[in-house]
């Protein structure tokens, strides 16, 4: 029954060779985790998405954005833990660097 994805570790220096980086940590049938790096001040452009998702900031500092015209804002740092509704148009600004995980939750 339990699934070791593996052990993540929060602060310290974010590793990335691009400005923008993705990875695949999970994908099962009812969730999918990614790791977003961004580096040098990155902007993630505003994107939704169709499922519930969590937003974990693991290092770094930046700002989550979600609305229409994503003028809701929270402050991230290591340890912020928010959730957004499927369908919310978000995006992400890293000051000047954040490393995240998203969780999708998706439906059978």
Same mark, same amino acid.
């Given at each position: 029954?339990?699934?070791?994805?593996?052990?993540?570790?929060?602060?310290?220096?974010?590793?990335?060779?691009?400005?923008?980086?993705?990875?695949?940590?999970?994908?099962?049938?009812?969730?999918?985790?990614?790791?977003? +790096?961004?580096?040098?001040?990155?902007? #993630? %452009?505003?994107?939704?998405?169709? !499922?519930?998702? &969590?937003?974990?900031? /693991?290092?770094?500092?930046? +700002?989550?954005?979600?609305?229409?015209? #994503? %003028?809701?804002?929270?402050?991230? !740092?290591?340890? &912020?833990?928010?959730? /957004?509704?499927?369908?919310?148009?978000?995006?992400?600004?890293?000051?000047?660097?954040?490393?995240?995980?998203?969780?999708?939750?998706?439906?059978?």
């Amino acid at each position: 029954n339990i699934e070791l994805i593996g052990n993540l570790e929060f602060g310290g220096e974010i590793e990335a060779e691009k400005d923008f980086e993705a990875r695949q940590i999970f994908n099962g049938k009812r969730r999918q985790i990614m790791e977003i +790096k961004l580096k040098n001040n990155v902007v #993630l %452009s505003k994107h939704k998405a169709s !499922e519930p998702i &969590t937003v974990l900031c /693991l290092a770094g500092k930046g +700002k989550f954005l979600a609305g229409e015209d #994503l %003028s809701e804002e929270q402050v991230l !740092e290591a340890g &912020t833990l928010i959730t /957004l509704e499927a369908d919310v148009e978000h995006g992400a600004v890293a000051e000047p660097e954040l490393r995240l995980l998203v969780t999708k939750y998706k439906e059978d």
